[in-house]
């Protein structure tokens, strides 16, 4: 019997999910923390992964130890300190800051499906990556990464493309994250042979 399911998402131990919801065949991993996110189909995190204020697309690769959309310090107020928005944590008169939580929880982040984002690396609030882009491990982002571009370093930089362009065109069109379980059991053997330009070419793109 398969590991993950269609109806409920494998979330290994000592995991803090929090408002947030998950598609089929989604595996969280141990000690992660999810706040706030959405995982599309099949996206799932390595162990210890920090995702807040995300949507996840299907397919998407999360490694261990990333951080995705980490929240901001008031850094432009007198005091950056949690104090004067997790105000009741120290004064019993005094209540959180629901406008400020308010405002860091619009501050999506979004994975395209089928990302792969490396061990370690950051995404910051408000960031896109595309669709089949990877992020290197360790890399910082702090602005969009195109469909299919691979990007290193801190900030982190393009390195070049996945595909040529063409390619890359034919495989949005045949969008295959968005195929049934079913067909994408019948293509397995293509997937795990067939080089990119070569699986377009058989099934149709």
């Given at each position: 019997?398969?590991?993950?399911?269609?109806d409920?998402?494998?979330i290994?131990?000592?995991?803090?999910?929090?408002?947030?919801?998950?598609?089929?065949?989604?595996?969280?991993?141990?000690?992660?923390?999810?706040?706030?996110?959405?995982?599309?189909?099949?996206?799932?995190?390595?162990?210890?992964?920090?995702?807040?204020?995300?949507?996840?697309?299907?397919?998407?690769?999360?490694?261990?130890?990333?951080?995705?959309?980490?929240?901001?310090?008031?850094?432009?107020?007198?005091?950056?300190?949690?104090?004067?928005?997790?105000?009741?944590?120290?004064?019993?008169?005094?209540?959180?800051?629901?406008?400020?939580?308010?405002?860091?929880?619009?501050?999506?982040?979004?994975l395209?499906?089928?990302?792969?984002?490396?061990?370690?690396?950051?995404?910051?609030?408000?960031?896109?990556?595309?669709?089949g882009?990877?992020?290197?491990?360790?890399?910082?982002?702090?602005?969009?990464?195109?469909?299919?571009?691979?990007?290193?370093?801190?900030?982190?930089?393009?390195?070049?493309?996945?595909?040529?362009d063409?390619?890359?065109?034919?495989?949005?069109?045949?969008?295959?994250?968005?195929?049934?379980?079913?067909?994408?059991?019948?293509?397995?053997?293509?997937?795990?042979?067939?080089?990119?330009?070569?699986?377009?070419?058989?099934?149709?793109?």
């Open positions: 019997m398969p590991r993950l399911s269609p409920t998402p494998l290994h131990p000592d995991c803090d999910i929090a408002a947030s919801r998950f598609g089929a065949y989604c595996e969280i991993g141990r000690g992660s923390r999810v706040l706030n996110s959405d995982f599309g189909d099949y996206a799932y995190c390595d162990r210890y992964a920090d995702i807040a204020n995300c949507s996840v697309g299907k397919f998407a690769n999360i490694a261990a130890f990333t951080r995705i959309g980490p929240t901001d310090h008031p850094f432009r107020n007198a005091a950056q300190h949690h104090f004067h928005y997790r105000s009741a944590s120290y004064w019993e008169d005094e209540a959180d800051d629901a406008e400020f939580f308010a405002h860091r929880a619009s501050r999506r982040c979004t395209g499906h089928d990302c792969w984002i490396g061990h370690g690396a950051i995404i910051r609030p408000e960031v896109s990556v595309g669709i882009a990877v992020v290197a491990a360790g890399a910082v982002v702090t602005a969009d990464v195109p469909p299919f571009l691979i990007v290193a370093g801190v900030p982190a930089r393009p390195l070049r493309a996945r595909f040529p063409n390619v890359a065109e034919r495989l949005m069109a045949l969008a295959w994250w968005d195929w049934p379980h079913e067909q994408l059991r019948a293509a397995l053997d293509d997937f795990r042979r067939l080089p990119a330009e070569a699986f377009l070419d058989r099934h149709g793109a």
